[in-house]
């Protein structure tokens, strides 16, 4: 249960300055109303994940703010929205390892292929746990340059020549 909760905490604020960043130079309601409906959807999977059976359960809860990271990195890549232009490999890499690493740790898949033999190490909550690590770096380069970008970034300017 703690897992769950520290993981979701972890998604949720994470996740805020890559949200802002791609809205920044948005309209104040458009801004204000991404970043609620993150923080809602966020909230609303907690909620769901603490009241999770299975664990396909607990890592469906998040597909809401999956999908809006998803759908803001799409953006992003198209130079709808703002953020550092250089950082878009680690904005995709957040979510694809984490998304892996959650496949990995639910469907359990080295000790269904090697029963028996990764007990110990390499098994697949071990994997997940080095997978997350990875993706929380990614979320740390995306965090850092995004903060670097809204700090010299005119607004007044369009998007395309940032």
Not at 10 to 19: K, L
Not at 58 to 66: G, N, V, Y
Not at 79 to 91: E, S
Not at 103 to 130: Q, Y
């Amino acid at each position: 249960m703690m897992f769950t909760s520290t993981r979701s905490y972890c998604i949720f604020n994470s996740a805020i300055p890559m949200v802002t960043a791609t809205v920044y130079c948005a309209p104040w309601l458009l801004r204000y109303t991404a970043l609620m409906v993150y923080c809602l959807g966020s909230l609303l999977g907690l909620y769901k994940a603490m009241r999770a059976w299975s664990p396909w359960e607990r890592r469906l809860c998040f597909a809401a703010p999956f999908c809006m990271r998803v759908l803001l990195a799409g953006a992003r890549a198209v130079r709808l929205g703002g953020g550092d232009p250089h950082a878009i490999l680690h904005v995709f890499l957040q979510d694809a390892v984490s998304l892996g690493g959650g496949v990995i740790g639910a469907m359990h898949i080295p000790e269904k292929w090697f029963p028996g033999t990764v007990d110990r190490c390499l098994n697949s909550h071990n994997i997940m746990h080095v997978l997350v690590v990875l993706a929380v770096y990614s979320m740390h380069q995306v965090t850092k340059r995004d903060l670097e970008w809204m700090s010299r970034v005119d607004c007044g300017a369009p998007l395309r020549h940032l």
